[in-house]
């Protein structure tokens, strides 16, 4: 086997022994990168509904791979709870401020890291202006930067959808967003994508991020304008800086890889499905059907960082022991054979998928989202009729991280 798919060292979480001897997955790797479904399908035939694996620096987790199960882990924080200072791997020394896990799963002062009374505050102060944004035209800033990102290629007569509209697209409108000004988008994406990637980058592009983030709460708070952050500083709920500055961070990262990783999946089915694309055209279906569809095969977030078990329990018939790490098979769990015994089926008019996670920490800006690719798929289509895609269906190529899976290209060719 390949070293990059087992290890026959580390126990599991909470010394739960590893079944048939035969090593914990490594969720991270050559494997993991080129067929990550093939890790879930083969986790859930050898363990069931909760695996045992390794994230990077063989950091032991449960990854719940059952629909039921990941529900019942998102609705009940009282057993798990996001707070990883109940980390047992972290209070024992076995992960340290090094680890490339740390920007994902480490505990920092936002709405994500905490529960119960301290993430209502903070949560409230994020949904409260994600609302007063949503209201201050979000389409408008989506409709001027898809025109001019189509401007640059729509004489061309070919494009990557990826790399020339949807890698960077959501980034642009979240700078109108939050305030920032527009030349810090593509470095913000590029280091918004290595942050969720992983490696031995990671902590340099948060750091990146964080420098930016910190120089424009300090602006805004000379300066205040209608945008996000300045609606975060002036809140009721009293944020104070460090709470400013990564609630930025926490919205910037997770709204722009999960819209743009979305926006190129939507793209991608309408283009290899011609009923889909047909529909749209032809008025007989719109584009948040798609994006539901979607949603379910394959969600923005394929594995959710991370919840901490606060006491000794069982789920999915495995041991789970107070402080193990779980990350949520997002992906696999919309694909439980147990809720979906035909995956090929379509589960339009079901909204019922992981995609937003759910319980307390549901993603609060999901409208955001949707309204940004719907937006600009109507843009796209209308801009560019004949639109095709330019190769193969079976050519086109993703690479995962253990966080997520993402469209590498999507050459499209049309008439000039």
Known sequence: MNDDETSNGPDAPGGCPVAHGDGITRLYGAESASDPQSI????????GAVAPILLEGDVPAWLVLGYRENRRVLDNPLQFSRDSRIWRDWNEGRVDN???????????PDCVSQDGEPHRRLRGAVTDNLRATAGRGIRRHVTHFANK?????????????????????????????LGLAQGEGRTLAESCAQVIKGGADALEHNDRIMGILGELAERKRAEPGSDFTTGLIGHHSGLDE?????????????AHTTTSNLLARVLQLILTDTSWLSGLVSGQLNVSGVVEEVMWNTPPLAVLPGRFATADLELGGCPVKEGDLLVLGLAAGNLDPEIRPDAG??????????????????????????????????????????????????????????????LDSLPVEFPV
């Open 242 to 254: 460090d709470e400013i500055i990564q609630h930025l961070r926490l919205v910037l990262i997770t």
């Open 40 to 47: 879930y399908a083969r986790l859930r035939k050898e363990y």
């Open 149 to 177: 990102q189509i401007d640059a290629f729509a004489g061309e007569g070919r494009a990557d959808l990826v790399g020339d509209f949807a890698e960077y697209l959501p980034m642009l409108v979240l700078t109108r967003v």
């Open 345 to 406: 089926v379509s589960v339009q008019g079901n909204q019922s998928h992981l995609a937003f996670s759910g319980g307390p920490h549901e993603c609060p800006g999901q409208n955001i989202g949707q309204a940004i690719i719907e937006t600009a798929v109507d843009i796209l289509l209308h801009r560019l009729p004949g639109l095709r895609l330019a190769v193969a269906p079976e050519e086109l190529t993703s690479t995962a991280s253990t966080w997520e899976s993402r």
């Open 98 to 108: 090094a680890s490339p896990l740390i920007p994902m799963v480490g505990w920092r």
